[in-house]
């Protein structure tokens, strides 16, 4: 296996601890798609998820710094990811735009459905963002796929920390009891099905979204909208302590990939958070169309965040997810 490109960073995970991290190798390019979602058990046992609660201290939460990662993904037709039946739960309106990356004044829905994500990574802790949904299980956190496995390996410890804030934990910390990625991500990473899910346990006997509530989500939808997104910065100029959002006008990357770009300074810790459409700024409340993902390492490009096309495969993994 040949070392990957440089051209493309998964630059918005955080990780723990000065050791350097390997830059990722390209799977090999046989490697086969299951048909459907993976899935991961992580802690379903009471004892399980209360030795999860009780790793994740505010010190270990706070601790976590930006660790660039290397990867060149496998390159996808725009027709193989846009295939499928639209599907919107429920639309709103939107607002003014644009913005390159300020802390989230607003407040609203998305103060409390946006939350960090925490993990174990190799022996490290680790970071990203992530986003409560509309579900039928009323569980169902929308991340990145390398948010809940990456290296050909699940992320373990893994937490949802809904409306963090500065070491702040006022909706509490959910395990997951499950976590999922797209096919794709499982077999080969591949940055246009970047998309991952958890299904997180019942806290003090509460399901997460009779707590904070739900966004919409969306599947095979028109480009080149208008959007929203958010997330959890680390690395400079941000320190991970607050939500931060962009907005504007999204693109096609036209360098062979089939994800969309949204002009945006986020950086580091930022993977997994949402993208929305039809954001209503009142509200906070909006139709979650992607996620964070990846920069490039282009000067021309670099003010660009990318996000997977939320198509099929996409739709698949939430319907597993909230199935479950």
Sequence with gaps: MKRSSPLRSLALATFGGAALVTPLLAAPAHAAAPPGPSVRTQATAAADQQRVLRFWTSQRMRSATPMEKLFKPKRTTREEVRRGLAKVLPPVSVQSIPNGGSPWTGGGAVTRTGGRVFFTYQGRTASCSGDAVT?????????????????????????????????????????????????????????????????????????????????????????????????????????????????????????????????????????????????????????????????????????????????????NLYNTAQGS
């Excluded at 910390?173 to 099905?193: G, I, M």
């Excluded at 959890?232 to 036209?254: E, H, K, M, Q, V």
């Excluded at 039809?278 to 979650?288: K, R, V």
Aim: hydrophobic share 35%; net charge neutral.
């Design 135 to 315: 579900s039928a299980n009323k569980s169902t956190v929308i991340t990145a796929g390398h948010c809940v496995r990456l290296g050909g390996a699940w992320h373990t410890n893994w937490v949802f920390v809904p409306g963090y804030n500065n070491g702040n934990t006022p909706h509490g910390t959910w395990s997951a009891a499950r976590t999922l990625a797209t096919p794709q991500w499982t077999a080969s990473e591949d940055l246009n099905y970047d998309v991952g899910a958890a299904v997180v346990n019942q806290l003090n006997g509460q399901r997460l979204t009779d707590v904070v509530g739900g966004q919409g989500i969306a599947f095979n939808q028109a480009r080149g909208q208008a959007m929203y997104s958010f997330g959890y910065p680390a690395a400079a100029p941000y320190d991970g302590s607050r939500l931060i959002y962009c907005s504007g006008t999204t693109i096609n990357d036209f360098l062979g990939q089939s994800t969309i770009g949204l002009r945006c300074n986020m950086t580091g810790g930022s993977s997994g958070g949402p993208w929305f459409q039809n954001f209503n700024e009142s509200t906070g409340a909006g139709i979650q169309n992607s996620v964070n993902s990846y920069k490039y390492n282009l000067p021309f490009l670099n003010a660009y965040m990318f996000g997977p096309y939320f198509g099929a495969d996409a739709q």
